[in-house]
């Protein structure tokens, strides 16, 4: 301090306009600038102190909550992979499905034309009984069957009379 003081009185004996520059310089050096300085750092450490302890706190906080976002993410996986299980059995039920409903509908074509043979069949049937009857009602009219009549009632009447 003494020093301080001895460099002050020998900056005032020395002019103005050095003396702003070397005032500033000695206010800097000073010891009681000094103190004020430790006292700041002291202050600014402690700010550090309390920021460390904080980002401490905040890291572990962002840890904890990275952890659920992985959990749930991994369970959204899981969830994805049933899913996707089921909309494959899905899909494979459908085509199964699909198979059967062509192959059902390809026997229900052939039991279509089956019938339909079979009402053919039943037609023409119905045809050859009802032509058969149309055949005999005209076998009675046939220019044949009026000879052989007449033929035979010839020979009867030839017999009867002898």
Not at 40 to 57: H, T
């Amino acid at each position: 301090m003494r020093i301080e003081h001895d460099i002050m009185q020998a900056i005032s004996l020395a002019g103005d306009s050095k003396e702003c520059e070397l005032r500033k310089l000695l206010d800097e050096v000073s010891p009681k600038n000094s103190d004020k300085m430790n006292k700041l750092l002291a202050v600014k450490d402690e700010e550090i102190a309390k920021l460390k302890d904080e980002i401490r706190v905040m890291s572990a906080h962002w840890k904890l909550k990275t952890k659920e976002l992985e959990s749930q993410l991994e369970k959204q996986r899981r969830a994805d992979q049933e899913l996707k299980k089921r909309v494959l059995k899905l899909e494979f039920c459908l085509q199964e499905a699909r198979a059967q409903t062509r192959r059902l509908q390809r026997m229900g074509e052939r039991r279509d034309k089956a019938l339909k043979e079979l009402r053919d069949q039943l037609a023409a049937k119905q045809q050859a009984i009802s032509g058969g009857n149309n055949e005999k009602h005209n076998f009675w009219e046939t220019s044949n069957f009026k000879i052989v009549v007449s033929l035979s009632m010839l020979i009867l009447v030839v017999f009867s009379k002898r």
